[in-house]
């Protein structure tokens, strides 16, 4: 399954309990469209959020975040894991 990471800019305000609350509301919604929100991260102080997710392609993802809370990402990129 394609990896992607999508990227979130936010402003002031962003805070690691809100995105949480995001997050669970994407695993409740992903299965519908055969996507799988694995991490993500927050800069709070610079209103950043970065999620990791394995889907068939970038407009399933953002589809799962705009039912699942309505925050789509301002970037998405295909990504392959290295170490």
Do not use: K
């Not at 936010?10 to 992903?30: E, F, N, P, S, Y």
């Not at 394995?54 to 399933?60: V, Y």
């Amino acid at each position: 399954m394609p990896l992607f990471m999508d990227v979130h800019s936010l402003g002031d305000g962003v805070t690691m309990d809100d995105v949480a609350r995001a997050h669970a509301a994407d695993l409740a919604t992903q299965d519908a469209h055969e996507v799988s929100y694995l991490r993500y991260w927050v800069a709070e102080g610079e209103g950043q959020i970065f999620c990791l997710v394995e889907a068939p392609n970038a407009e399933a993802a953002d589809t799962v975040h705009r039912e699942a809370h309505g925050l789509v990402a301002d970037h998405v990129y295909a990504v392959q894991e290295g170490s």
